[in-house]
């Protein structure tokens, strides 16, 4: 048979709990990483070529060679396959750029997927797990999707159990924040007593919360070690989060290293509701609601 095309959908994802810990001798930080996918995805197509070669649909800013995620992901696969990484991936992305909602590592994972059905590699997940941990800490939830917690540094994965549904609205920002230089700010804090370190711990009161489904419980255990960063490298973020909780948000948080900021809300209606009340404040460059959790990569 001659695939011509294989298409993967992929969710973005919020933190519900990111907990840094202390920087390793390998420079990295133990994170204690609750994980949960939405429903805001990027597709990524691949498509039998002469040569990689990657195509962007949507926001500007998305690197187009080499340094792609989805490429790295593709030449990576190829490598461990043992033939030329021969595909031209085009990624429709909806997942905002730099907005600490992973979108590259989803892409990263997309392709993945996309590319291991395409050469009929059938690697199994435990192998596409491996190589995803070696493009990104962020790589193996986009596969696994859900909610999970994230061990070392994210990338030790283990699924948690959630009941029905939670809605959310998410606020974008004009313009991204760069990871490093949002741990950079986290570690100067620290090092400048502002921001305590301790070893980070899963939440037993998140953990319950996403057990019995319980929104409002799960408002009140949201947490980000990050956010003091995000919001000394971005001080409005610190208005767009109480517009939220002046809205009625049953808790609000800024995704991952930041800016998006995230909303919970206590029902369907409620989220049409706050993203009314988001939008109209004029704080963000779009509103958008959502829903998780969702699953991780899925062919089209
Ligand atoms: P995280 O939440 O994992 O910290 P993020 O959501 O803040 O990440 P991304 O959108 O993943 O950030 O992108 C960060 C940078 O990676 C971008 O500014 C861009 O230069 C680069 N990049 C490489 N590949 C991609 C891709 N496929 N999509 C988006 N950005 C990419």
Redesign the pocket.
């Known amino acids: 048979m001659i695939v011509t095309t294989v298409t993967v959908r992929v969710p973005?994802?919020v933190n519900l709990q990111l907990s840094v810990g202390p920087v390793r001798d390998d420079g990295y930080h133990d994170l204690v990483n609750v994980f949960h996918a939405v429903s805001l995805f990027?597709e990524v197509a691949a498509a039998p070529a002469d040569a990689l070669s990657?195509t962007?649909e949507g926001p500007a800013?998305?690197?187009t060679g080499p340094?792609?995620?989805?490429?790295?992901a593709a030449a990576l696969l190829a490598e461990h396959v043992g033939r030329r990484p021969d595909v031209a991936l085009h990624?429709r992305?909806d997942?905002?750029?730099?907005?600490?909602?992973?979108?590259?590592?989803?892409?990263?994972a997309a392709a993945l997927l996309a590319c291991d059905v395409l050469w009929e590699a059938r690697l199994g997940r435990e192998t596409l797990l491996e190589l995803a941990a070696r493009l990104?800490?962020?790589v193996p939830f986009a596969l696994l999707g859900g909610t999970a917690v994230g061990l070392g540094r994210g990338e030790r994965l283990t699924p948690v159990e959630v009941t029905g549904e939670f809605h959310w609205v998410f606020g974008y920002a004009d313009g991204?924040?760069?990871?490093p230089a949002?741990y950079a700010e986290c570690d100067r804090l620290r090092a400048a007593g502002e921001q305590d370190s301790v070893w980070p711990q899963v939440s037993d009161d998140l953990m319950a919360a996403l057990k019995t489904g319980d929104a409002e419980a799960l408002g009140r255990a949201l947490h980000n070690d990050l956010q003091p960063a995000a919001l000394s490298l971005r001080p409005s973020l610190r208005d767009a989060l109480a517009v939220g909780r002046a809205a009625g948000a049953l808790g609000s948080l800024v995704?991952?290293?930041?800016p998006?900021c995230a909303f919970l809300a206590a029902s369907l209606d409620h989220a049409a509701e706050l993203a009314a009340a988001l939008n109209d404040s004029g704080r963000f460059a779009a509103v958008r609601p959502v829903s998780g959790p969702v699953p991780g990569v899925t062919l089209v």
């Open positions: 973005a994802k990027d990657v962007v800013g998305v690197p340094d792609n995620l989805a490429a790295r990624i992305k997942i905002p750029v730099a907005g600490g909602m992973a979108g590259g590592s989803a892409d990263a990104g800490s962020d991204g924040l760069s990871t949002v995704s991952g290293s930041g998006t």
